[in-house]
């Protein structure tokens, strides 16, 4: 199946949500030796043309390694869908579509994100669809979008799912993903300490916080 040429593709990082249920900055978080941000970057990097860090208006984010561009909501807790559709705005004369993803996504995979871009063609969206709830952080959209989202969140309607409702999406049943993604990783959000836990786990990775070495009395 034919795919955009990487010359075309941009990736949009969704760095602002506030960590409520986590309790701390998501894209700080230590995974192994590098940042949870820095994680994601470096797997998606070598997969579009640039990286671009949807950010919130007030917000301080690691230092990375990478070429990378940050860019802020024009307003303050203006959520995901118009930080989305600022993203599409801002690469858009130059890609055709880009892979949306949250910064707390750090078992994704390279071959996961090659395979929902291969599945565009002429679709609005390419989005997984997990237990029956559409995952809107984890698809790829076409930049024509904008002008869907632009319409939506002109009526005042901020949701994001309000936004991808009207799109011709190419939906993506998690058992499709496992030929190239076993893990599922880029269904698996650390939202939660114990989410946290479980993805260093299946990383391979030793939790910062907790002792490698129980204590014997």
């Not at 871009?117 to 979008?145: I, K, S």
């Not at 058992?175 to 959000?189: A, C, F, I, M, S």
Request: hydrophobic share 40%; net charge negative; proline share 8%.
């Amino acid at each position: 199946m034919t795919t955009l040429p990487r010359s075309q593709r941009a990736a949009l990082i969704v760095c602002g949500g506030e960590s409520r249920r986590m309790g701390q900055s998501k894209p700080h978080l230590p995974f192994g030796q590098e940042t949870m941000l820095e994680r994601v970057v470096r797997i998606v990097s070598p997969t579009v043309e640039e990286v671009v860090l949807l950010t919130s208006k007030v917000q301080e984010l690691p230092q990375l390694p990478y070429d990378c561009v940050e860019l802020p909501d024009r307003v303050v807790q203006q959520g995901p869908a118009a930080a989305i559709y600022e993203g599409l705005k801002y690469v858009t004369g130059w890609s055709e579509a880009a892979i949306v993803l949250g910064c707390d996504l750090p078992l994704v995979t390279q071959p996961a994100i090659e395979y929902l871009f291969a599945q565009l063609a002429t679709h609005d969206a390419v989005m997984p669809r997990h237990e029956g709830l559409p995952q809107p952080l984890a698809a790829v959209y076409a930049n024509r979008v904008m002008d869907t989202f632009e319409k939506v969140l002109s009526t005042g309607n901020q949701r994001l799912l309000a936004c991808i409702e009207p799109l011709e999406t190419c939906w993506i049943d998690a058992r499709e993903l496992t030929g190239v993604d076993p893990n599922l990783g880029l269904l698996k959000n650390v939202n939660t300490p114990d989410a946290y836990r479980q993805a260093l786990q299946i990383a391979g990775l030793k939790h910062p916080l907790e002792d490698e070495t129980p204590n014997r009395e």
